[in-house]
């Protein structure tokens, strides 16, 4: 059990239920405003079948209606360890087990049809038949170098990785031809603003359906590339329109600052004025046609005033003549007043925390009940919060996966 998680977990259930004191402009400017959920669609939730473990210690995959769910291993693994895949459907729960066919770590996995790839440290690891109850380790690929993402698409295994403390340092990917066994490696230009990714992690490189997204951090520009690594497309805000010319100082600084040394050497500046400036934090193919941008910054920009750092979103689409548009920006993310009756559009929060995979935006979420059992009706936010904290001071952590799917409006 991890009690200071509980207890976090029950003070801000507290806080939310606390936290009533609206004006009557913020509440006018909630009912105007559409915020990102309005674009979303709840799709389903699924709930992981063992309590104690937080929503973010799994590593997880979407495929054909199921979610898969593996635990983070928190130490490299040995030859012959027995992992346990979890299976979440409408159907119910499935555990499937494999042997790990070597002393590696285990960093990440993806599945198509009845295959899994799990990627790791030094291999690429292939296995057949994973649903027949006989998994069968297929073979594993060599790596030269650590990546953090895997893909399959068109008979090709991509891997992908964003690291500025690596020491293969930089902006990568790495395509594997399973038809003609060749691999094609690339390293990208790296994006300005990359030594904020020493700090907190961003999901500024991406691969859908044969399409590299790559995002610069401090400027407001994402290049999308093909297999072949030839960029096909920018997507663009100016400077006047994002941040009003405020990062270019910051982006100054931050252009001599290029190894772990030159970071650390600039720690105390970079993190005393990080959050003044306009960041992008993850760029995602929602669908074929449609971008979602997260970006962050402590102005809050919708009445100019300062204070905590707030999460805007972006979305643009492929327009008739497969150009990219700008069609929505500076979207909010959810907010609810604790007296107001329970509505799923202000029930999440995005907060720069959830994954994208196949064509689903995926939340997880300490939330412990299954919200199609509930008697919603009537419900406010400030009871709903309640029944949480009540749950937790009692019960194990649960983890809920929310999934929705993009609107096209």
Not at 53 to 70: M, Q, R, T, V
Request: net charge positive; with cysteine.
């Amino acid at each position: 059990m991890k009690i200071i998680t509980k207890i976090l977990l029950i003070v801000l259930m507290l806080f939310f239920n606390s936290n009533n004191v609206f004006t009557k402009q913020e509440k006018n400017k909630k009912q105007k405003t559409e915020n990102i959920f309005s674009f979303l669609k709840l799709e389903n939730q699924y709930i992981a079948e063992k309590d104690g473990i937080e929503p973010f210690d799994y590593i997880i995959n979407f495929n054909e209606k199921s979610l898969y769910l593996i635990r983070k291993p928190t130490t490299s693994l040995h030859k012959g360890d027995k992992i346990v895949l979890y299976q979440i459907s409408e159907k119910g729960h499935k555990k499937i087990y494999f042997i790990f066919p070597e002393d590696d770590w285990l960093v990440n996995f993806t599945i198509y049809k009845d295959k899994l790839f799990i990627l790791g440290q030094y291999y690429i690891y292939l296995y057949n038949d994973i649903f027949g109850g006989n998994q069968i380790f297929n073979r594993k690929l060599k790596l030269s170098e650590m990546y953090s993402d895997i893909y399959f698409y068109n008979d090709k295994i991509i891997t992908t990785k964003s690291c500025l403390s690596c020491e293969d340092a930089g902006v990568k990917a790495l395509v594997y031809d399973l038809k003609t066994s060749t691999t094609k490696e690339h390293s990208f230009e790296k994006p300005i603003g990359f030594p904020l990714t020493y700090f907190q992690p961003k999901r500024n490189i991406n691969f859908y359906k044969g399409y590299f997204l790559i995002s610069d951090i401090t400027k407001y520009r994402i290049r999308v590339y093909d297999l072949s690594f030839n960029q096909v497309s920018e997507l663009s805000r100016s400077s006047i329109d994002w941040d009003k010319d405020s990062n270019q100082i910051f982006n100054k600084a931050l252009e001599n600052i290029k190894t772990i040394k030159d970071v650390r050497a600039k720690n105390d500046y970079i993190r005393t004025i990080n959050d003044r400036y306009y960041v992008i934090n993850l760029v995602d193919f929602l669908n074929e046609n449609t971008i979602m941008v997260c970006w962050s910054t402590s102005l809050n920009i919708m009445n100019n005033g300062n204070g905590d750092k707030f999460d805007y979103y972006d979305i643009w689409q492929l327009n008739s003549q497969k150009k990219w548009e700008l069609k929505e920006k500076n979207i909010e993310d959810s907010k609810n007043n604790p007296n107001d009756k329970f509505n799923f559009n202000n029930f999440n929060y995005l907060f720069s925390q959830y994954y994208v995979k196949e064509d689903k935006i995926i939340i997880p979420n300490f939330f412990p009940f299954d919200l199609r059992t509930l008697d919603l009706k009537n419900l406010t936010y400030k009871e709903l919060y309640q029944k949480q904290s009540d749950y937790y001071k009692t019960n194990e952590i649960k983890s809920s996966f929310f999934i929705y799917k993009f609107i096209d409006k």
